[in-house]
């Protein structure tokens, strides 16, 4: 079955720490993204990218970081840095605009949850 | 900027009775425009989208949406509300950044609650 894997489900993290959350798909999809999520505010965009090897950042990028060295692999660090990243946190995949199969609609993961104790 | 606003972070409707969220969106391009719905501690699922074809645009579960370019809005309904439709559901605009990026904005999400 085609989709995008997320990694752990749930992770506890101390304070300090980093960590770093995986994110797999099989859908033979250029672009990547990582949203992050809280109770009332939505789903805001930390990082995308829209092809191997390069990556953007989205609304909320500080303590945060992202690689993308293979088309199907979009890891996210929650660095120590960031300074509340207790939150749910769901990858998204989808076509290129421009390619046949895109429609602007993206393809979710599971969601990772994290919590700093 | 594109961007969508969802009026009403929760709304409740008895069990049996018509589902309304509404979703207006701001955006300086032909709007590609969505719904998802999201259950407890999962990811976001389509539920339909209009990408300029048909205004009136049907989705899974029973649910559609009208897009009304002249009101902004692309609100979501269901005629008989089921339990099974108690979750979260986001509006969504697709957003051209200054340097091409296409990716997708989303609202604040309005959680539904069907009363029995």
């Known amino acids: 079955d085609g989709g995008i894997t997320q990694s752990p489900k749930y992770l506890f993290r101390k304070e300090g720490q980093n960590v770093t959350l995986s994110c797999e798909q099989n859908?033979?999809?250029?672009?990547m993204y990582w949203y992050r999520q809280d109770p009332g505010q939505g789903l805001r965009l930390i990082y995308y990218s829209q092809i191997v090897n390069d990556f953007q950042k989205g609304d909320i990028a500080e303590g945060y970081s992202v690689s993308r060295e293979k088309k199907e692999s979009f890891p996210l660090t929650v660095t120590s840095a960031q300074k509340n990243p207790t939150a749910f946190y769901l990858c998204?995949?989808?076509?290129?605009?421009?390619?046949?199969?895109?429609?602007?609609?993206?393809?979710f993961g599971e969601g990772s949850r994290l919590t700093v104790l | 900027a594109q961007s969508v606003t969802q009026l009403g972070s929760h709304v409740s409707v008895s069990e049996g009775a018509l589902v309304l969220l509404r979703c207006n969106y701001s955006s300086s391009v032909p709007p590609y425009l969505f719904w998802y719905v999201q259950y407890p501690n999962q990811g976001l699922q389509l539920l339909l989208k209009y990408t300029s074809a048909a205004t009136l645009v049907k989705g899974i579960n029973g649910f559609e949406a009208e897009f009304k370019k002249s009101e902004t809005s692309f609100h979501l309904t269901k005629p008989s509300a089921h339990m099974s439709d108690a979750a979260e559901y986001f509006c969504a605009v697709r957003t051209i950044s200054n340097f091409g990026n296409e990716k997708l904005t989303f609202g604040t999400g309005t959680r539904l609650t069907i009363i029995p």
């Open positions: 998204a995949s989808s076509p290129q605009p421009g390619q046949g199969a895109y429609t602007g609609e993206l393809f």
């Open positions: 859908l033979n999809h250029d672009a």
